[in-house]
């Protein structure tokens, strides 16, 4: 069965600097993998999905993800934070050919200090 | 373009009292449909899915029931509800033809049960 760790629940980062948000997820094959972000109260809007080819990924919002397979890793990136991006990101991956049926990890929700 | 419409938005109930949670989507058709819970700190669960109108899939046993009348509605229910049925709720939908794994969230409903 495929699973998901999100291993930071909190982060703590000042605006203007760097972010890194890490995930790690166990499957067979190689998966369909997705970084989805939360507002306070809200439901979840996609960032960015990699399902094959380019392991670096372009997402909205200025944030990008790298998929190594090496270390079954796609940690989330955003060169410069800003106060908007106050929220939670949660990680999932899913099966090539099933309906959608995400596995998310338990997220990481990002402070963001002026 | 699809929109997905979740209601009510916020419900508070008494131990042992019915549910019915709605959920809509709107400019697709044959939509994939799922329904998620949402606990602090434990990321997102899925309860239900539908690949189409009376397909139920359930994912883990619960005090919970899931229906799809229509193509485009999905419903969540219980007849007695427990203290442990509070979370925050999402239903969500994917696309069954060219299905890149991708879902579309609602609002979210927040059941507290007391």
């Known amino acids: 069965a495929q699973s998901v760790t999100q291993p930071d629940i909190h982060i703590t980062v000042s605006e203007g600097a760097s972010l890194e948000l890490r995930c790690n997820y166990s499957y067979g094959a190689t998966p369909y993998l997705f970084w989805y972000v939360q507002s306070p109260g809200q439901g979840l809007q996609l960032l960015l999905k990699y399902f094959s080819g380019d392991t670096l990924v372009q997402g909205i919002k200025g944030f990008e993800a790298e998929f190594k397979r090496s270390q079954s890793s796609f940690n989330l990136r955003k060169p410069s934070v800003h106060w908007s991006d106050a929220a939670e990101y949660f990680c999932a991956v899913g099966a090539p050919g099933t309906a959608s049926k995400l596995t998310f990890g338990t997220g990481t929700r990002l402070q963001v200090t002026l | 373009s699809q929109t997905i419409h979740q209601w009510p938005a916020t419900l508070v109930q008494p131990v042992g009292s019915p549910l019915s949670l709605e959920c809509t989507v709107e400019?697709?058709?044959?939509?994939?449909l799922y329904w998620y819970r949402q606990a602090a700190g434990r990321g997102l669960q899925l309860l239900f899915y539908?690949?189409?109108?009376?397909?139920i899939s359930s994912e883990v046993p619960q005090n919970l029931s899931a229906s799809r009348p229509q193509d485009r509605q999905f419903i969540l229910s219980s007849k007695k509800l427990l203290l442990s049925d509070s979370g925050f709720y999402l239903c969500?939908?994917?696309?069954?033809?060219?299905?890149?794994?991708?879902?579309?969230f609602g609002e979210g409903s927040r059941l507290t049960v007391l």
């Open positions: 400019g697709t058709s044959n939509p994939n």
């Open positions: 539908s690949v189409g109108i009376g397909q």
């Open positions: 969500a939908w994917s696309r069954l033809a060219m299905n890149t794994g991708e879902l579309f």
